[in-house]
C-alpha cells in the first residue's frame, strides 16, 4: 500500500509543476487607475485585506477579542494563554464627477462590536458525519464611511466646502477625540481665507435611538489649524449634548484643545509637538446636587532624526486626569472617545483594563479608555535596517494620575490599598514590505504590572504578555 502511495503522491507532484508552468501571472502596470463610469466621472476602486494572529498570557478573552487583565491563578482567578486568528475586508470606491466634486464609501466586514472575523467562526457548517467547518464568515459587510465633498471658491471667493456623511473624525493628535476607526454621521464646513489657514465647524450626531425619550446625543465644534513652513499649529472647541445619559439625567461637556509641533529646529533634525486638553461640564442630576466634570491631559513630545543613519529617537510624557474624591461634587477624570484600537502601550490601555476613574469607577474592566487617569513616559526609537525593513522599540513608564486599586475584587483576604503604580511596558514593531502594498508585521509587548495591580491578601499580580503577527494587502 504504501508503494502505491509513494507512486500517487510523485504523480501528484509532477501534474502540479506542469499546471504551475502553464499559470505564470501576468505582468501588472505598476501604476494603474481603474475607471468604469458615464462621461467623465472618474472611478477609484481599493481595498485592504488583513490577516492576523495573537497569542498572549494573563489575558482574557470576553466579548469577541476584548481582551481582559486576570490575575493570578493562586488567588482564585482564571489564568492561561490566550490565541486566536482573525481576518479584516475593507473595499473602496471614490467617484470624482468634478474637479470640486467627490463622493466615497467604503464598506468593511464587521457587526456594531468588531470589525474583525474570528479564524473559526461562521455559521452554516460542514453537513457529514464529521459537521465542522465548511462555515460561511461570520460577519456581516457594514458602511465604515460614505460621504459627498464640495469644494471650490465661486461662494466666498475663496476656497471653501461642505462635507456630508458618514466619515472618520479625529482631533489633534486623538487624546480626547479619535473616531477614525469606525466614524461618525457629520456635517463639516470649512474655508481657507489663506492657503496655510483651514477654519472649519462640524456637527456630528453620536446617537439617535429614540427621539420620544429626548436620548439622542450631538457634538458641536468648530476648530482652526495653520500649517506654516515646517511647523503647526490648531485649536477646536467641542461641545457634547447628551440629553439623557442616563434616566432623566442629561450631560453637557465642554472640550478645547490647543496643539503645536515644530518638524525641525533650526536644521537639527530635532522635532518637538505639544498637546492640551481642558474640559468643563456637568451631569444635571435631578435628586442631587450636579456633578461637575473638570478633566484635563497634556502630551510633550521629542522626535530626533539623525541625518546619516535612518533612525529616530522619540521621548514623549502624556499625562490624563483622574478623579480625586468620588464623594464630592464633581469629577476630575479626563473624559475620553476614542476608537477600539490601540492608542499607545500594546498590554496596558489595549489589551488590559485601564486605571481610568470616571465616575467612580471601582472595577475597572474597561481597556483602550486612553489618557483616563494615565500617565507616562515613552522612550525609544525607530531604524530601518534595509529599505524594506523596519523595527521600532519603546519602554514605557506608567504611573496613574490618582491612587487606584485595579484588582481590589480578586482574591481573598484584606483588599489592598490604592497606589499610583501601574508599573512598566517594553513594546516591540517589526513591519517588512514583502511587495509593493505588501506587508508583514509583528507586535508585542511585555508588561510588569505595578502596586497598582495588586490582590486581595497583598498578593502580586502576574506578568501579561502577547505578541501579534500579521499579513496586509492594500489596494
Same mark, same amino acid.
Given at each position: 500500500?504504501?508503494?502505491?502511495?509513494?507512486?500517487?503522491?510523485?504523480?501528484?507532484?509532477?501534474?502540479?509543476?506542469?499546471?504551475?508552468?502553464?499559470?505564470?501571472?501576468?505582468?501588472?502596470?505598476?501604476?494603474?487607475?481603474?475607471?468604469?463610469?458615464?462621461?467623465?466621472?472618474?472611478?477609484?476602486?481599493?481595498?485592504?485585506?488583513?490577516?492576523?494572529?495573537?497569542?498572549?498570557?494573563?489575558?482574557?478573552?470576553?466579548?469577541?477579542?476584548?481582551?481582559?487583565?486576570?490575575?493570578?491563578?493562586?488567588?482564585?482567578?482564571?489564568?492561561?494563554?490566550?490565541?486566536?486568528?482573525?481576518?479584516?475586508?475593507?473595499?473602496?470606491?471614490?467617484?470624482?464627477?468634478?474637479?470640486?466634486?467627490? @463622493?466615497?464609501?467604503?464598506?468593511?466586514?464587521?457587526?456594531?462590536?468588531?470589525?474583525?472575523?474570528?479564524?473559526?467562526?461562521?455559521?452554516?457548517?460542514?453537513? @457529514?458525519?464529521?459537521?465542522?467547518?465548511?462555515?460561511?464568515?461570520?460577519?456581516?459587510?457594514?458602511?465604515?464611511?460614505?460621504?459627498?465633498?464640495?469644494?471650490?471658491?465661486?461662494?466666498?471667493?475663496?476656497?471653501?466646502?461642505?462635507?456630508?456623511?458618514?466619515?472618520?473624525?479625529?482631533?489633534?493628535?486623538?487624546?480626547?477625540?479619535?473616531?477614525?476607526?469606525?466614524?461618525?454621521?457629520?456635517?463639516?464646513?470649512?474655508?481657507?481665507?489663506?492657503?496655510?489657514?483651514?477654519?472649519?465647524?462640524?456637527?456630528?450626531?453620536?446617537?439617535?435611538?429614540?427621539?420620544?425619550?429626548?436620548?439622542?446625543?450631538?457634538?458641536?465644534?468648530?476648530?482652526?489649524?495653520?500649517?506654516?513652513?515646517?511647523?503647526?499649529?490648531?485649536?477646536?472647541?467641542?461641545?457634547?449634548?447628551?440629553?439623557?445619559?442616563?434616566?432623566?439625567?442629561?450631560?453637557?461637556?465642554?472640550?478645547?484643545?490647543?496643539?503645536?509641533?515644530?518638524?525641525?529646529?533650526?536644521?537639527?533634525?530635532?522635532?518637538?509637538?505639544?498637546?492640551?486638553?481642558?474640559?468643563?461640564?456637568?451631569?444635571?442630576?435631578?435628586?442631587?446636587?450636579?456633578?461637575?466634570?473638570?478633566?484635563?491631559?497634556?502630551?510633550?513630545?521629542?522626535?530626533?532624526?539623525?541625518?546619516?543613519?535612518?533612525?529616530?529617537?522619540?521621548?514623549?510624557?502624556?499625562?490624563?486626569?483622574?478623579?480625586?474624591?468620588?464623594?464630592?461634587?464633581?469629577?476630575?477624570?479626563?473624559?475620553?472617545?476614542? @476608537?477600539?484600537?490601540?492608542?499607545?502601550?500594546?498590554?496596558?490601555?489595549?489589551?488590559?483594563?485601564?486605571?481610568?476613574?470616571?465616575?467612580?469607577?471601582?472595577?475597572?474592566?474597561?481597556?483602550?479608555?486612553?489618557?483616563?487617569?494615565?500617565?507616562?513616559?515613552?522612550?525609544?526609537?525607530?531604524?530601518?535596517?534595509?529599505?524594506?525593513?523596519?523595527?521600532?522599540?519603546?519602554?514605557?513608564?506608567?504611573?496613574?494620575?490618582?491612587?487606584?486599586?485595579?484588582?481590589?475584587?480578586?482574591?481573598?483576604?484584606?483588599?489592598?490599598?490604592?497606589?499610583?503604580?501601574?508599573?512598566?511596558?517594553?513594546?516591540?514593531?517589526?513591519?517588512?514590505?514583502?511587495?509593493?502594498?505588501?506587508?508583514?508585521?509583528?507586535?508585542?509587548?511585555?508588561?510588569?504590572?505595578?502596586?497598582?495591580?495588586?490582590?486581595?491578601?497583598?498578593?502580586?499580580?502576574?506578568?501579561?504578555?502577547?505578541?501579534?503577527?500579521?499579513?496586509?494587502?492594500?489596494?
Amino acid at each position: 500500500m504504501k508503494k502505491y502511495a509513494s507512486i500517487l503522491a510523485v504523480f501528484v507532484l509532477l501534474l502540479g509543476l506542469a499546471a504551475l508552468s502553464y499559470a505564470a501571472p501576468a505582468e501588472i502596470p505598476s501604476d494603474t487607475t481603474a475607471v468604469i463610469a458615464k462621461g467623465k466621472t472618474q472611478i477609484t476602486l481599493g481595498g485592504e485585506l488583513r490577516f492576523r494572529g495573537l497569542m498572549g498570557k494573563n489575558l482574557k478573552v470576553t466579548n469577541d477579542k476584548d481582551d481582559s487583565f486576570t490575575a493570578s491563578t493562586s488567588a482564585g482567578a482564571a489564568e492561561g494563554t490566550t490565541s486566536y486568528y482573525d481576518y479584516r475586508v475593507r473595499l473602496s470606491l471614490e467617484a470624482k464627477v468634478s474637479p470640486n466634486t467627490t @463622493g466615497f464609501v467604503e464598506i468593511e466586514s464587521g457587526t456594531s462590536n468588531t470589525d474583525n472575523i474570528t479564524g473559526g467562526s461562521g455559521s452554516d457548517g460542514a453537513k @457529514g458525519v464529521y459537521r465542522y467547518g465548511n462555515k460561511k464568515s461570520a460577519d456581516n459587510l457594514a458602511v465604515r464611511q460614505a460621504w459627498i465633498q464640495y469644494q471650490g471658491t465661486g461662494l466666498l471667493g475663496v476656497p471653501a466646502g461642505v462635507k456630508v456623511g458618514h466619515q472618520l473624525i479625529k482631533l489633534g493628535n486623538g487624546l480626547f477625540f479619535d473616531h477614525t476607526y469606525y466614524g461618525d454621521d457629520a456635517i463639516l464646513v470649512f474655508v481657507q481665507p489663506l492657503k496655510e489657514l483651514t477654519l472649519a465647524a462640524h456637527t456630528i450626531k453620536f446617537d439617535e435611538n429614540n427621539v420620544n425619550q429626548n436620548d439622542d446625543v450631538t457634538a458641536y465644534g468648530i476648530l482652526a489649524a495653520y500649517a506654516g513652513k515646517g511647523f503647526g499649529l490648531s485649536a477646536d472647541i467641542t461641545y457634547i449634548d447628551h440629553q439623557q445619559y442616563s434616566t432623566n439625567v442629561p450631560l453637557h461637556l465642554w472640550n478645547i484643545g490647543l496643539r503645536g509641533n515644530v518638524d525641525d529646529i533650526a536644521g537639527t533634525g530635532l522635532g518637538f509637538r505639544a498637546d492640551v486638553e481642558f474640559q468643563t461640564g456637568k451631569v444635571d442630576y435631578t435628586t442631587q446636587d450636579d456633578l461637575k466634570l473638570k478633566g484635563w491631559a497634556a502630551l510633550a513630545g521629542l522626535d530626533y532624526k539623525f541625518k546619516s543613519i535612518p533612525l529616530t529617537l522619540t521621548a514623549e510624557y502624556a499625562i490624563g486626569s483622574g478623579d480625586k474624591d468620588s464623594n464630592d461634587n464633581k469629577d476630575q477624570s479626563f473624559i475620553t472617545s476614542l @476608537g477600539n484600537e490601540q492608542h499607545y502601550t500594546f498590554v496596558y490601555e489595549y489589551l488590559t483594563p485601564s486605571a481610568c476613574n470616571f465616575l467612580g469607577s471601582t472595577s475597572h474592566s474597561n481597556n483602550r479608555t486612553g489618557l483616563c487617569n494615565t500617565q507616562y513616559v515613552k522612550i525609544g526609537g525607530s531604524y530601518d535596517i534595509t529599505k524594506d525593513l523596519n523595527v521600532k522599540l519603546y519602554g514605557y513608564w506608567l504611573r496613574a494620575h490618582k491612587a487606584v486599586a485595579i484588582n481590589s475584587d480578586i482574591g481573598t483576604g484584606t483588599a489592598p490599598s490604592t497606589d499610583k503604580d501601574l508599573g512598566y511596558e517594553v513594546d516591540a514593531y517589526i513591519t517588512y514590505q514583502i511587495d509593493k502594498n505588501l506587508t508583514y508585521f509583528v507586535e508585542s509587548g511585555y508588561f510588569w504590572p505595578g502596586d497598582a495591580w495588586k490582590l486581595k491578601g497583598g498578593k502580586d499580580a502576574d506578568d501579561a504578555w502577547a505578541v501579534r503577527h500579521g499579513i496586509t494587502l492594500k489596494f
